[in-house]
């Protein structure tokens, strides 16, 4: 494999905060052992070797949890420095990390610079809608503290982006939060759609977005992406921007948006891998790192079959005048229709609508993107 992606759970799904809509806490819940811990020496130096032993020529290390800063600063210090002694023959090496923010100071901060981590930091608005859903275990607020770890990586000049979680409460304030990341600065946006829980994919809870929810919050944040780049000031928004490119004819970027799962390597803190931090459950383990190595459990039965479990189309997705964009959505947001059987994006009609109404829009954005309009 020429590519490596590996995203690690260095304290499992443990946590400084109690968010409302947490997704792994669901998935690791779905399992035998819900936490492992801190993920020990061992296995660190394990799924390293192992990497640079795959022969890949770009190998990627995420880093997320859980809240990963809970593994320490040491950690990332001896895994960097592992990172060096085993990569013998120069491979491309890339770093990030998924953090609540909540627990970083200035030590941090100054190593992710110093080793070039791009920071993902969750966000979700201002602080009277942000302190609504993330809270920490205490149940105390916890915008402000984030916001001056915002600042320092700001100081440091560390890349980061925002996470925020499209739940129904952000949904009927989004006009508030687009505002709030503008005059904030922020530059790089991903809305991430709330998930069901699992054991619930036929009914949305109570933090997830309805179908014509997420279809207004769609178009809104659509029509401000575009105003934004036709003004020159250009904000990305992960989704538009996979959109854009794939406008173009390049593959998306985002592994969701591609019709079918691949197989990137999600390695909890005991060494256990699986296919995707969506699907890190027992059913769906791989192998452990310290046993086997990437190639062998990526041509092994469980992620042959896992892969093969999101390529089948449904006839009303075949038949979509939208697929090429669309291409049938991720495999964690789908149902079964209860007629045909067959497993459908639970939000297809709100893409539908969103695609009959923006798709010239996005043809347009990537036209001028191409001719170098992008600033």
């Known amino acids: 494999m020429q590519t490596l992606s590996i995203l690690i759970k260095p304290a499992s799904s443990s946590c400084n905060l109690d968010c409302n809509y947490c997704f792994y806490h669901n998935v690791a819940n ?31 290390f995420a880093f997320q949890g859980g809240e990963p800063t809970l593994a320490g600063l040491e950690f990332y210090h001896h895994f960097v420095e592992n990172v060096h002694v085993y990569n013998t023959k120069n491979a491309a090496v ?3 990390i998924q953090t609540n923010g909540y627990g970083l ?8 610079k110093e080793n070039d981590f791009l920071v ?48 129904k409460y952000v949904a009927e304030h989004i006009h508030e939060v687009y505002e ?14 709330c998930l ?26 659509f029509d401000l992406y575009k105003e934004n780049f036709d003004q020159g000031h250009y904000i990305s928004d992960r989704l538009f921007d996979n959109y854009v490119r794939m406008s173009q004819g390049f593959a998306p970027e985002s592994c969701s948006m591609t019709g079918s799962c691949t197989t990137y390597f999600v390695i909890e803190a005991n060494g256990d891998v699986f296919p995707c931090d969506f699907y890190a459950l027992d059913a769906y383990k791989l192998g452990n790192i310290t046993e086997s190595g990437y190639d062998e459990m990526y ?23 939208h697929l090429a964009l ?25 893409n539908y609508d969103f695609f009959e109404r923006n798709t010239a829009a996005i043809v347009e954005i990537g036209k001028k993107v191409l001719q170098g309009y992008l600033v």
Not at 203 to 220: H, P
Not at 299 to 321: I, M, T, W, Y
Not at 328 to 346: D, M
Request: net charge neutral; proline share 3%; charged share 25%.
């Open 105 to 112: 100071d200035e030590e941090w901060v100054k190593f992710f």
């Open 94 to 96: 890339s770093y990030s």
């Open 196 to 221: 069901n829980q699992m054991d619930e994919t036929n009914a949305v809870d109570s933090y997830a977005l309805s179908i014509e929810q997420y279809r207004n919050t769609l178009n809104t944040l």
């Open 299 to 321: 041509h092994g039965r469980v992620a042959s079959v896992f892969r093969s479990e999101s390529v089948p189309l449904s006839d009303k997705c075949k038949s979509c005048k």
């Open 120 to 167: 993902g930091v969750s966000v979700d608005g201002p602080s009277h809608i942000h302190d609504e859903q993330r809270k920490t275990n205490h149940q105390r607020p916890t915008h402000q503290r984030i916001m001056e770890t915002i600042r320092l990586l700001q100081l440091y000049g560390v890349p980061f982006n925002i996470l925020c979680v499209l739940s």
């Open 30 to 60: 779905h399992r035998m052992i819900s936490s492992y811990g801190i993920m020990k020496e061992d296995v660190q130096t394990a799924l390293i070797e192992k990497a640079f032993e795959s022969g890949a020529r770009l190998i990627s």
């Open 326 to 350: 669309c291409r049938g959505g991720c495999k964690r947001y789908k149902v079964q229709n209860k007629k045909s059987n067959e497993f459908e994006l639970y939000y297809c009609d709100a």
């Open 180 to 193: 709030f990341f503008m005059n904030e600065g922020f530059h790089y946006i991903q809305f991430i759609p």
